[in-house]
């Protein structure tokens, strides 16, 4: 792995064997969150739907203009634009996408043609319970961003073409901005990228923080036509910019001794969570116990299977991954590392350091014709 700036934009090579193939993407810091930002001394609204309305933007636009094949996915603090390309022509797709994303005129008609796009998708992904449940979920594990889903849906309504152009010009610059090729790239030829010149002005993020300490654990259940369930554990603590990485892989390791198959870790300054769909509770109050180092030997080993499986089967989710971690300040290969080391001592030693405040909370959507018993 190699990584170095081109003027202020950040640049990661991952040398992989993959012939005449090469993965790319773009990653900008910001999603979900935040919604207000602060530029010198002005508090200024773009909105919690702006970055998924713009993604989609960019993506209907270089699909059209270019023909090239994007996928664009946002999450609570990153947008990523990932596509498979080959040697002889990412250089020249990634200087398309760099300027469109940049400093290429916005197409009024076509981003509002885009917003009704989104908001009919949006509907549509609204009656799948899997969808919501985990939507009302970011709410319970990104509590202290205040993101929230009603404010998702109705900023999806509001947005403007003025909120859009708010967020571009100040997030949606070079020293916010993460490109991660996966392949045979070569340094020289990305040296070559022209970076435009565009201002970029001391910008922050806001989030209307809540009481860090003495939360409570959460349940939202509500009558539906289908049954859905999925749970969060929040580990609570203040804000850190200081051994995030090493966070992460302690906690994919606590949700594989806990679950052994699907969970998602999230891990940045504000919050830390692992999200999952296999029912319980009060699992808060037993992982420590399964902190072994027989257990974190064999977790270890799954881990390392899962990666070398998404490497080979699903590139794009691994580079989606890999950029949305480096906006959070988690940098993926410090992981790989801290992964080889770490023991089952190291983990309980870093829980004590940390000192958490471990709530959990879950979604459950329950038939209308049936009580609901979470096991």
């Known amino acids: 792995m190699r990584q170095f700036q081109l003027e202020d934009l950040t640049i990661c090579i991952n040398e992989a064997n993959l012939q005449e193939d090469i993965y790319t993407s773009v990653t900008i810091g910001v999603g979900f969150a935040p919604r207000w930002i602060r530029v010198n001394d002005d508090n200024l609204f773009i909105g919690s739907a702006a970055a998924k309305i713009f993604g989609n933007y960019i993506q209907t636009r270089v699909r059209n203009t270019y ?3 994007l996928t664009s996915t946002v999450s609570m603090r990153s947008t990523s634009f990932i596509w498979k390309t080959s040697k002889a022509t990412y250089v020249k797709e990634l200087q398309f996408i760099i300027n469109e994303l940049y400093c290429e005129q916005i197409d009024e008609q076509q981003l509002l043609s885009e917003k009704q796009a989104t908001i009919e998708r949006y509907k549509k992904n609204y009656k799948d319970l899997e969808f919501r449940g985990r939507m009302k979920m970011l709410e ?4 202290n961003k205040s993101f929230q889903l009603e404010q998702l849906s109705q900023d999806l309504l509001d947005m403007t073409s003025s909120t859009v152009q708010t967020m571009r ?3 949606f610059v070079p020293n ?3 490109i991660f090729c996966h392949g045979k790239a070569d340094e020289k030829q990305l040296r070559q990228l022209t970076i435009p010149s565009v201002s970029e002005y001391p910008t922050t993020n806001l989030f209307d923080v809540k009481n860090y300490h003495f939360l409570q654990d959460q349940e939202y259940m509500k ?4 049954n859905y369930w999925c749970g969060s554990m929040k580990f609570e603590r203040v804000p850190v910019l200081t051994d995030l990485a090493m966070e992460y892989v302690v906690l994919n390791l606590i949700g594989d001794l806990m ?3 699907s969970y998602m870790i999230e891990v940045d300054p504000l919050d830390a969570s692992i999200v999952y769909e296999k029912k319980g509770t009060h699992r808060k109050d037993s992982f420590r116990a ?4 027989e257990n974190v030997r064999d977790s270890k080993k799954r881990i390392y299977q899962r990666l070398y499986k998404e490497l080979k089967r699903e590139p794009e989710q691994f580079m989606e991954k890999v950029g949305r971690l480096f906006v959070n300040q988690v940098h993926y290969f410090d992981c790989l590392s801290y992964l080889e080391q770490i023991d089952a001592n190291y983990i309980h030693q870093f829980l004590k350091v940390r000192d958490y405040k471990i709530r959990e909370g879950f979604v459950c959507y329950y038939k209308e014709d049936k009580d609901f018993v979470v096991s």
């Open 290 to 293: 399964l902190i072994s180092d």
């Open 169 to 171: 010009k100040y997030l």
């Open 67 to 69: 023909d090239i094949q």
């Open 140 to 143: 319970f594990s990104h509590q």
């Open 259 to 261: 679950l052994k198959d």
């Open 176 to 178: 916010n901005t993460f």
């Open 223 to 226: 009558q539906s036509k289908g």
